[in-house]
Structure formats: C-alpha cells, structure tokens
C-alpha cells in the first residue's frame, strides 16, 4: 500500500502538466483532474507559466506559446485540494521553481489500480525481428522442452 | 575463473555465465535455488507454503523470506484488482510467480556477495546481470520475438540490472486473469527493466495478467521500464529503455 503512493506521485509527476494543458472537456470524468487543480487564481497563473516547459517533455508534438515565460527563481510549494473520488482521495503538492516544476508528490492518492496515467510517457513503434549477436535472452521459456529448442540453449552450448 | 552451468530448479532451466568467480560460488547460488524450491514450492507437500495453505502454520509462525515473499504478492494483488493473484481458485496458495524472480534475485546476490562482479543469470528467461562480460561492453540481453523463436525483438544493454519477461508464444497455452478466471488477452510480451528481478519478474507477470490494461499499468511502476508487444504486434516501449544498438 505504501509503495502504490510514490508510484502514483510519478505518474502524477508525468501528467500534470498535460492535465493542465490539455484545453477543451476531454478530461471531463477524469477524476485526478480536479486533484491538480490548484486552490487560488496565483496558483493558477503559476501553472499556467509552467506549461511551456512541461508540454514536450509528455506529448512532444502540441505547439506552445512561450509568451508566459517570466525568470522567477523563486522556490514555492503549492498543494492542491483534496478531492474525493470513488477511487479514494486525491491531493498532490507541486514545487516550483520560478515558472518550473521542479517536483510533484501526492499527498494522498487512491491504492486503486490500475491507472491510466502512464500512456504519454510510451513510445510506439512496429515489431521488428533481429538475429543479433547477444549474451543472453530474456523470454518465457517455461519447459526443459521449450528450453532444449531456445536460443538461450545454443548460448548456453546446451544443444 | 569462468564458470558456466546450467541446472533445471523450480521447474526452470537457470544459466549461470560468470565471468570471474569459481564453481563453488556458482554451487552456492544453485544450492539456495535448490533450497527456495524445497521451502516455496506449492508441489512440495513439505515445503512451508503447502504447510501454511493445509493450515499447519499460522501467518506468525512462518520465516522472515516467506513473509516477505508473501507480502510482495499481496502487494500486486491489490495493486491489481486481484488480476495478478498468489491465490488462484481451485489450486490453493500458489506464490510462484514472485517466488521465482524473488529467489533468483537472490542467487544473483549470493555471487555478488562472494566476491564476483561480472556475471548473467537466467531462469527460463529471466535475467540479471552485474558488471559487464568484456571490458567496456554491458551485456546483450536479446528479448524473443514473440512469433519467431530463434530471433529477438529487441536487444538491452544491461550492466547491474534485471530483465524479465511474460509472454503468450504457443497457442493453447493461457495466464488466467485473477478478476475473471478467464485466459487473459491483448498482450502478446512483456519485458520489464529493472534493477531487482522481484520486481521486474512480478511486474511483468502481473501486467500480463491485466491484459491491455497492464501496459499503461507496467509503464507506471516504478523504476520499471517497459517493452510491451500488443496483439496487433504494436510495440510500446519507455523512453528509459536500455535499448542496445547493434
């Protein structure tokens, strides 16, 4: 149950800001949505500067206007509500530094799983096949039988 | 001194390759593999986890590793939904599939422990590596295609870390999803990087048993990065993926 927190606070970490980011209702229903929402229109603001910064490093192709940027070194912790869910309570902090995001925890986050949090951070490509020249295989080779007919086996000078 | 040797333990072929170390280091690593086996093995009606399921044993009674062990299922269990479960209906107690990464994780350690600093341990497929196999170069973990046996969809260069995967190759063979008892669907092969094959083993494991669900679920785990092939042969990997360019 302990680990399920910094396991969320990473994932809250990656989507905040495009929680933050993404315009219009599609987040309606989306219940750790009102989890970041801050708590005060300065809240906001700071955000909203972060967002420039954010945006890329999660979805890497929305463009983004830079017109918000302000060289603010300050250093500002700021907690959002706490939202209850039918997935249990939500509250993250964020930390900023200037206009940046320099961390992000939830202060309380639902065991519930799985989440539907961590699709922006994967990459998608096509199924390739390679005969490269390796030390080891990692695979599901659950039998002696399957074993005997593996690469793993040739490695191992086995067949 | 290299030592190379293959042992079938749990059910699974385990190759140890090390690079410096002697056979009576691999011998104690092969000896604890032995051990897990005889102490957590649900097919032993001696082994500790047959004694606590037939009620022999209250959950006071048991050993720290079981306990632990324990733990680490109950763990994904409920991080779950009970997709990945220790307790499947019908069978009884069954922690095998943490006990498995759990145990060679260990083993992995005991060589470390005795002084070796450069080896690549893997049970039916599932790895842990330290150190590098020659100077410079971390080691090649290739990961199986998931169609075609004899060729690897990916290849990680790994130094000090663990890599396990889950995956579907032959038809009629099924994970049974916890929640619903039914074989699980979506996810042709999960591979999982991390730096303790507990829980790169169990993660893998547990996402496959969620099916489509259990990549966005894996991506999210922490300190795992993923490399998931879906039915449709799509593939989704984590931008901290140690790809390996050949």
Redesign the interface.
Same mark, same amino acid.
Do not use: K
């Given at each position: 149950m302990k680990r399920a927190i910094p396991v969320l606070a990473l994932s809250v970490a990656g989507l905040v800001p495009v929680w933050l980011y993404s315009p219009g209702p599609a987040h309606e229903g989306e219940i750790n949505e009102a989890a970041a929402a801050p708590e005060t229109q300065q809240q906001t603001q700071n955000q909203a500067q972060n967002q420039p910064q954010a945006a890329p490093k999660t979805t890497g192709s929305t463009p983004v206007p830079q017109q918000q940027q302000q060289q603010q070194a300050q250093t500002r912790t700021v907690s959002g509500r706490a939202v209850n869910t039918s997935e249990g309570t939500v509250q993250v902090q964020v930390t900023f530094q200037g206009a940046k995001i320099t961390d992000v925890k939830a202060l309380r986050a639902p065991n519930s799983n799985p989440t539907r949090m961590a699709l922006p951070l994967l990459r998608e490509s096509a199924l390739k096949a390679q005969s490269a020249d390796i030390d080891t295989v990692s695979g599901a080779t659950a039998t002696s039988e399957g074993y005997k007919q593996s690469l793993q086996a040739a490695i191992d000078g086995a067949r | 001194m290299p030592v190379?040797r293959?042992e079938?333990i749990m +059910?699974?072929?385990i190759?140890v390759?090390l690079r410096d170390g002697d056979a009576a280091l691999a011998e104690r690593a092969f000896a604890w593999l032995r051990e897990a086996d005889d102490r957590f093995s649900p097919f032993k009606p001696d082994s500790e986890v047959s004694r606590l399921d037939r009620g022999e044993l209250t959950r006071e009674e048991l050993t720290p590793d079981l306990v632990e062990v324990l733990s680490l299922c109950d763990?994904y269990e409920?991080?779950?939904?009970g997709a990945f479960t220790a307790h499947v209906p019908g069978r009884g107690l069954d922690p095998c599939a943490v006990v498995k990464g759990w145990a060679v994780q260990r083993a992995a350690d005991i060589l470390r422990e005795g002084g070796a600093s450069a080896f690549?341990v893997?049970a +039916? +497929?599932?790895?842990v590596?330290a150190g590098e196999?020659e100077p410079g170069k971390p080691?090649?973990? +290739?990961?199986?295609?998931?169609?075609?046996?004899?060729?690897?969809?990916?290849?990680?260069g790994v130094r000090d870390g663990a890599?396990?995967?889950?995956?579907?190759?032959e038809r009629g063979q099924h994970i049974l999803d916890g929640r619903t008892g039914q074989p699980v669907t979506g996810i042709l092969?999960i591979?999982v990087f991390s730096d303790d094959l507990a829980i790169a083993d169990t993660t893998a494991t547990a996402a496959f048993a969620?099916g489509r669900?259990?990549?966005?679920?894996a991506?999210?785990?922490?300190d795992c990065e993923?490399f998931?092939?879906d039915e449709d042969?799509?593939?989704?990997?984590?931008?901290g993926l140690p790809v390996h360019i050949?």
């Open positions: - | 190379r293959v079938h +059910g699974l072929p190759s390759d763990w409920e991080s779950t939904g690549c893997n +039916g +497929g599932d790895v590596t196999p080691w090649r973990v +290739g990961v199986r295609h998931p169609d075609i046996a004899d060729q690897v969809c990916v290849v990680l890599v396990a995967t889950s995956a579907l190759y092969s591979t969620l669900d259990g990549i966005e679920w991506a999210a785990q922490e993923v998931i092939v042969r799509r593939v989704y990997s984590s931008p050949c």
